[in-house]
């Protein structure tokens, strides 16, 4: 999370949080009242806090009046760099079956299934004022954050080390990938409205 006087930037995992924390940092040097989590402080994980997380774990933060800022990621590539992602924790669980994959639902590294569409109602609620897309990062950051472009650099940082094949119509067939959107249909709503449309394949 990233906490200004008038935003808080919420870090939705996959979706390119850590560098575009890495950019803001520059950006954002010389403005004292703008706080970054320690994103390298493993004995205390918070900064994939929601807002009411934060407010439970911290009752000082108070979000009110403040834009919600978060980014946001095309459903199906969310789905394939989560799934590879999480196989590569130990103790490496494999990527679930293909009903998995077609509905959204995925292992977390300690085994448990969770679901995509249960991430977004974590981070879209209450209501995200700005969606960042992580195929549009240097864009929408300058649009969100009131940046010239030249102020922002932006680096690939933390991709998944897996090797995989990103294609789409490897993955689902035109149906499959129907399903995937028909079962979370919080996300695709959002995407829908973020993007403009929803993916498809031929």
Not at 48 to 71: E, L, M, T
Not at 169 to 179: I, S
Request: charged residues 25%; glycine residues 4%; neutral net charge.
């Amino acid at each position: 999370m990233i906490i200004g006087p008038d935003f808080v930037w919420i870090h939705f995992p996959k979706c390119g949080g850590v560098s575009v924390q890495s950019a803001l940092k520059k950006a954002l040097k010389d403005r004292a009242d703008v706080k970054f989590d320690d994103i390298t402080d493993y004995q205390r994980i918070i900064w994939h806090q929601n807002v009411p997380q934060r407010a439970a774990y911290d009752p000082s933060f108070d979000p009110s009046g403040k834009r919600i800022i978060c980014c946001i990621r095309r459903l199906p590539y969310w789905m394939l760099s989560r799934v590879h992602f999480e196989a590569e924790q130990p103790p490496g669980f494999y990527t679930g079956t293909r009903e998995m994959l077609v509905s959204g639902n995925f292992y977390e590294r300690n085994g448990r299934i969770n679901k995509a569409d249960t991430y977004m109602r974590m981070y879209a609620r209450p209501k995200v004022d700005y969606w960042v897309r992580t195929e549009n990062l240097a864009q929408d950051l300058v649009t969100a954050f009131s940046l010239l472009p030249n102020e922002l650099v932006l680096e690939k940082e933390n991709a998944t080390g897996a090797s995989y094949i990103k294609s789409l119509d490897f993955w689902f067939t035109p149906r499959e990938l129907a399903m995937l959107y028909e079962a979370n249909p919080l996300w695709a709503e959002i995407e829908a409205r973020v993007y403009g449309d929803l993916l498809s394949v031929k």
